[in-house]
DNA sequence: CGCCAGGTTGTTG
DNA sequence: CAACAACATGGC
Protein backbone atom coordinates (compact mmCIF):
# COMPACT_ATOMS: atom_id res chain seq x y z
CA UNK A 1 0.00 0.00 0.00
CA UNK A 2 1.16 3.89 -0.40
CA UNK A 3 1.29 5.78 1.65
CA UNK A 4 -2.23 8.00 2.56
CA UNK A 5 -1.47 12.37 2.37
CA UNK A 6 -2.35 11.86 6.27
CA UNK A 7 0.53 9.72 7.09
CA UNK A 8 2.74 11.56 4.55
CA UNK A 9 2.13 14.85 7.00
CA UNK A 10 2.59 12.77 10.13
CA UNK A 11 5.86 11.31 8.81
CA UNK A 12 7.28 14.93 7.68
CA UNK A 13 6.22 16.53 10.41
CA UNK A 14 7.88 14.52 12.94
CA UNK A 15 10.99 14.49 10.34
CA UNK A 16 11.23 18.26 10.05
CA UNK A 17 8.84 19.95 12.72
CA UNK A 18 7.45 23.03 12.52
CA UNK A 19 8.26 25.58 9.78
CA UNK A 20 6.74 28.58 10.04
CA UNK A 21 5.89 29.63 6.85
CA UNK A 22 5.52 32.30 5.11
CA UNK A 23 8.90 34.30 6.20
CA UNK A 24 9.19 37.98 6.76
CA UNK A 25 12.74 39.35 6.02
CA UNK A 26 14.56 41.39 8.47
CA UNK A 27 17.60 43.00 8.75
CA UNK A 28 18.77 41.16 5.98
CA UNK A 29 17.32 37.51 7.21
CA UNK A 30 14.21 35.55 7.14
CA UNK A 31 12.34 35.11 10.18
CA UNK A 32 10.12 31.84 10.56
CA UNK A 33 8.15 33.00 13.62
CA UNK A 34 5.69 30.87 15.40
CA UNK A 35 3.10 33.68 15.82
CA UNK A 36 2.64 33.48 12.42
CA UNK A 37 0.20 30.33 13.24
CA UNK A 38 -1.47 32.54 15.71
CA UNK A 39 -2.62 35.78 13.89
CA UNK A 40 -3.67 37.48 10.84
CA UNK A 41 -0.55 38.40 8.92
CA UNK A 42 -0.39 42.64 9.08
CA UNK A 43 -1.30 44.39 5.15
CA UNK A 44 2.47 45.10 5.31
CA UNK A 45 3.36 41.88 5.61
CA UNK A 46 0.71 40.24 3.10
CA UNK A 47 1.71 42.62 0.62
CA UNK A 48 5.64 41.31 1.41
CA UNK A 49 4.47 37.36 0.89
CA UNK A 50 2.70 38.57 -2.19
CA UNK A 51 5.87 40.17 -3.71
CA UNK A 52 8.01 37.62 -2.45
CA UNK A 53 5.09 34.79 -4.28
CA UNK A 54 6.42 36.53 -7.59
CA UNK A 55 10.08 36.52 -6.60
CA UNK A 56 10.66 33.18 -5.99
CA UNK A 57 9.42 31.92 -9.18
CA UNK A 58 11.94 29.07 -10.34
CA UNK A 59 14.31 30.94 -7.88
CA UNK A 60 15.99 30.05 -4.66
CA UNK A 61 14.91 32.08 -1.81
CA UNK A 62 18.30 33.09 -0.88
CA UNK A 63 17.98 35.28 -3.93
CA UNK A 64 14.65 36.54 -3.06
CA UNK A 65 16.23 37.08 0.63
CA UNK A 66 18.47 39.50 -1.13
CA UNK A 67 16.16 41.35 -3.05
CA UNK A 68 12.64 41.85 -0.46
CA UNK A 69 16.59 43.50 1.88
CA UNK A 70 16.75 45.82 -1.11
CA UNK A 71 14.01 46.64 -1.43
CA UNK A 72 13.30 47.70 2.26
CA UNK A 73 16.66 49.10 2.29
CA UNK A 74 15.19 51.54 -0.66
CA UNK A 75 12.15 51.72 1.37
CA UNK A 76 9.98 51.01 -1.59
CA UNK A 77 8.16 48.02 -0.56
CA UNK A 78 4.77 49.66 -0.46
CA UNK A 79 2.28 49.74 -3.23
CA UNK A 80 2.89 53.43 -3.80
CA UNK A 81 6.81 52.96 -3.36
CA UNK A 82 6.86 49.64 -5.80
CA UNK A 83 4.63 51.95 -8.36
CA UNK A 84 6.43 55.45 -8.31
CA UNK A 85 9.77 53.23 -8.98
CA UNK A 86 10.23 52.83 -13.17
CA UNK A 87 9.98 48.97 -14.17
CA UNK A 88 13.44 49.48 -14.93
CA UNK A 89 15.05 50.98 -11.36
CA UNK A 90 13.02 47.92 -9.96
CA UNK A 91 14.56 45.52 -12.17
CA UNK A 92 17.68 46.64 -10.63
CA UNK A 93 16.84 46.64 -7.22
CA UNK A 94 16.04 42.82 -8.06
CA UNK A 95 18.27 41.37 -9.93
CA UNK A 96 19.28 38.49 -7.72
CA UNK A 97 16.14 36.95 -8.58
CA UNK A 98 16.51 36.28 -12.33
CA UNK A 99 14.07 37.46 -14.97
CA UNK A 100 14.36 40.36 -13.31
CA UNK A 101 12.50 42.79 -16.26
CA UNK A 102 9.63 40.08 -16.10
CA UNK A 103 9.42 40.18 -12.79
CA UNK A 104 9.58 44.22 -12.20
CA UNK A 105 6.53 44.04 -15.02
CA UNK A 106 4.44 41.63 -12.70
CA UNK A 107 5.01 43.36 -9.55
CA UNK A 108 3.63 46.85 -11.12
CA UNK A 109 0.64 44.97 -12.74
CA UNK A 110 -0.03 43.63 -8.99
CA UNK A 111 0.55 46.75 -7.56
CA UNK A 112 -1.66 48.44 -9.78
CA UNK A 113 -4.74 45.88 -9.27
CA UNK A 114 -4.24 46.34 -5.50
CA UNK A 115 -4.48 50.15 -6.02
CA UNK A 116 -7.46 49.93 -8.43
CA UNK A 117 -9.03 47.74 -6.23
CA UNK A 118 -8.31 47.23 -2.88
CA UNK A 119 -7.13 50.62 -1.36
CA UNK A 120 -3.48 49.35 -1.42
CA UNK A 121 -4.41 46.63 0.98
CA UNK A 122 -4.01 42.82 0.11
CA UNK A 123 -6.13 41.75 3.40
CA UNK A 124 -9.17 43.23 1.91
CA UNK A 125 -9.40 40.32 -0.28
CA UNK A 126 -10.12 38.40 2.60
CA UNK A 127 -13.82 39.85 2.34
CA UNK A 128 -13.77 38.30 -0.97
CA UNK A 129 -14.90 34.52 -1.62
CA UNK A 130 -12.27 31.86 -2.17
CA UNK A 131 -13.36 31.48 -5.57
CA UNK A 132 -13.44 35.14 -6.48
CA UNK A 133 -10.78 35.94 -4.82
CA UNK A 134 -8.60 33.41 -6.89
CA UNK A 135 -10.27 34.27 -10.15
CA UNK A 136 -9.12 37.53 -9.87
CA UNK A 137 -5.50 36.12 -8.66
CA UNK A 138 -4.91 33.83 -12.29
CA UNK A 139 -6.34 37.05 -14.12
CA UNK A 140 -3.43 38.85 -13.31
CA UNK A 141 -0.28 38.89 -15.82
CA UNK A 142 2.53 36.98 -13.92
CA UNK A 143 0.80 35.43 -11.25
CA UNK A 144 0.04 31.23 -11.93
CA UNK A 145 -1.98 28.66 -9.89
CA UNK A 146 1.09 28.12 -7.67
CA UNK A 147 1.51 32.07 -6.88
CA UNK A 148 -1.98 32.82 -6.61
CA UNK A 149 -2.25 29.86 -3.62
CA UNK A 150 0.64 31.17 -2.13
CA UNK A 151 -0.80 34.50 -2.02
CA UNK A 152 -4.19 33.30 -0.75
CA UNK A 153 -2.85 30.98 1.28
CA UNK A 154 -0.19 32.41 3.56
CA UNK A 155 -0.73 35.85 2.68
CA UNK A 156 -4.78 35.89 3.68
CA UNK A 157 -5.05 33.00 5.15
CA UNK A 158 -7.35 31.33 2.98
CA UNK A 159 -7.75 27.23 3.05
CA UNK A 160 -6.28 26.65 -0.57
CA UNK A 161 -3.18 23.85 -1.26
CA UNK A 162 -0.30 24.68 -2.91
CA UNK A 163 1.10 22.67 -5.27
CA UNK A 164 4.63 22.67 -6.47
CA UNK A 165 7.15 21.18 -8.51
CA UNK A 166 8.18 19.12 -5.04
CA UNK A 167 5.02 18.09 -4.60
CA UNK A 168 4.64 16.26 -8.19
CA UNK A 169 8.20 14.57 -7.30
CA UNK A 170 7.53 13.58 -3.66
CA UNK A 171 4.23 12.25 -5.00
CA UNK A 172 5.40 10.40 -8.50
CA UNK A 173 8.57 8.80 -5.54
CA UNK A 174 5.57 7.29 -3.21
CA UNK A 175 3.88 5.87 -6.72
CA UNK A 176 0.91 8.51 -6.87
CA UNK A 177 -1.21 8.09 -10.19
CA UNK A 178 -2.04 11.51 -9.95
CA UNK A 179 1.46 12.93 -9.84
CA UNK A 180 1.65 13.93 -13.78
CA UNK A 181 -1.85 15.72 -13.47
CA UNK A 182 -3.04 18.88 -14.29
CA UNK A 183 -2.81 21.35 -11.15
CA UNK A 184 -6.11 21.58 -10.24
CA UNK A 185 -6.96 18.25 -10.09
CA UNK A 186 -3.45 17.57 -7.91
CA UNK A 187 -4.93 20.48 -5.67
CA UNK A 188 -8.03 18.92 -5.37
CA UNK A 189 -7.04 15.18 -3.78
CA UNK A 190 -5.42 17.59 -0.86
CA UNK A 191 -8.58 18.90 -0.88
CA UNK A 192 -10.57 15.67 -0.86
CA UNK A 193 -8.53 13.96 1.85
CA UNK A 194 -7.20 16.79 4.53
CA UNK A 195 -9.88 19.47 5.97
CA UNK A 196 -9.84 22.34 5.09
CA UNK A 197 -7.31 24.20 7.36
CA UNK A 198 -5.25 26.38 6.73
CA UNK A 199 -2.13 25.76 9.28
CA UNK A 200 -2.71 22.29 8.33
CA UNK A 201 -2.17 23.24 4.44
CA UNK A 202 0.76 25.63 5.47
CA UNK A 203 3.09 23.64 6.89
CA UNK A 204 2.33 20.44 4.83
CA UNK A 205 3.06 22.25 2.04
CA UNK A 206 6.55 23.94 3.86
CA UNK A 207 7.58 20.32 4.76
CA UNK A 208 7.13 19.10 0.80
CA UNK A 209 9.88 22.04 0.18
CA UNK A 210 11.98 20.78 3.01
CA UNK A 211 12.03 17.39 1.96
CA UNK A 212 12.24 18.13 -1.73
CA UNK A 213 15.23 19.76 -1.03
CA UNK A 214 16.82 16.60 -0.30
CA UNK A 215 14.90 14.59 -3.13
CA UNK A 216 16.18 17.03 -5.82
CA UNK A 217 17.21 16.19 -9.49
CA UNK A 218 20.48 13.98 -7.64
CA UNK A 219 18.22 12.30 -5.16
CA UNK A 220 19.92 11.81 -1.82
CA UNK A 221 17.67 8.93 -0.72
CA UNK A 222 20.25 8.21 2.97
CA UNK A 223 18.59 11.67 4.27
CA UNK A 224 15.37 11.24 3.33
CA UNK A 225 12.75 10.36 5.50
CA UNK A 226 10.77 8.99 3.55
CA UNK A 227 13.10 6.77 2.05
CA UNK A 228 11.21 3.14 3.21
CA UNK A 229 8.17 4.21 0.87
CA UNK A 230 9.66 5.61 -1.97
CA UNK A 231 10.04 4.01 -4.98
CA UNK A 232 13.70 5.30 -6.34
CA UNK A 233 14.98 4.98 -3.18
CA UNK A 234 15.51 1.25 -3.67
CA UNK A 235 16.29 1.65 -7.61
CA UNK A 236 18.52 4.42 -6.67
CA UNK A 237 21.03 2.17 -4.21
CA UNK A 238 20.78 -0.53 -5.98
CA UNK A 239 22.08 1.68 -9.93
CA UNK A 240 24.17 3.75 -7.68
CA UNK A 241 22.62 6.84 -8.86
CA UNK A 242 23.08 8.68 -5.20
CA UNK A 243 26.73 9.86 -5.26
CA UNK A 244 28.55 10.95 -2.89
CA UNK A 245 30.66 14.38 -3.31
CA UNK A 246 33.50 13.06 -3.98
CA UNK A 247 32.89 10.40 -6.32
CA UNK A 248 30.49 12.80 -8.34
CA UNK A 249 34.46 14.42 -8.69
CA UNK A 250 35.49 11.24 -9.75
CA UNK A 251 32.91 10.82 -12.59
CA UNK A 252 34.18 14.37 -13.94
CA UNK A 253 37.01 13.17 -14.15
CA UNK A 254 36.70 9.99 -16.21
C1' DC B 1 31.65 24.19 -16.92
C1' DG B 2 26.90 22.29 -16.38
C1' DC B 3 22.86 21.83 -13.91
C1' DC B 4 19.26 23.51 -11.07
C1' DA B 5 16.18 26.57 -8.21
C1' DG B 6 9.43 27.15 -3.80
C1' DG B 7 6.95 29.20 -12.29
C1' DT B 8 4.58 31.79 -15.94
C1' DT B 9 3.78 33.07 -20.53
C1' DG B 10 3.71 32.58 -25.43
C1' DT B 11 4.13 29.56 -29.47
C1' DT B 12 3.38 25.39 -32.00
C1' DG B 13 1.67 20.70 -33.36
C1' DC C 1 -4.24 20.02 -24.42
C1' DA C 2 0.87 18.51 -24.35
C1' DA C 3 5.44 19.85 -25.44
C1' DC C 4 8.80 23.41 -25.77
C1' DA C 5 11.36 27.82 -25.73
C1' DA C 6 12.20 32.10 -23.30
C1' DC C 7 13.06 34.51 -19.23
C1' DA C 8 18.44 35.20 -16.10
C1' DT C 9 21.05 35.24 -11.58
C1' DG C 10 23.63 32.72 -8.04
C1' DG C 11 25.27 28.40 -5.75
C1' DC C 12 27.54 24.16 -5.91
Redesign the pocket.
Known sequence: MILSLSELYEILSQAYGKQH???IVQGGV?LYLEEYSQRERTPQEALE?WI???L?????????E?ALTTLKEKDVLSVEGLLNCSEEGL?RMI??????????K?IHVSMRFLATYLHGNPCEMRSWSLAEARHAL?S???????????ILL?ALGFPVF?V???TR?ILECLGYEEA????ERLQHLFHQKLAPDVHLYQEY??LF?AV??TC???PRCSFCPLSSWCRKSQENVLAGVERS?LQERMDKKS
Not at 59 to 64: A, D, I, L, M
Not at 140 to 150: R, Y
Open positions: WWPSIGAITQNTTWKNVKARPVGYYMQKAKLLWGIGPETADSYVDAYRSAPYHAVGKGKKP
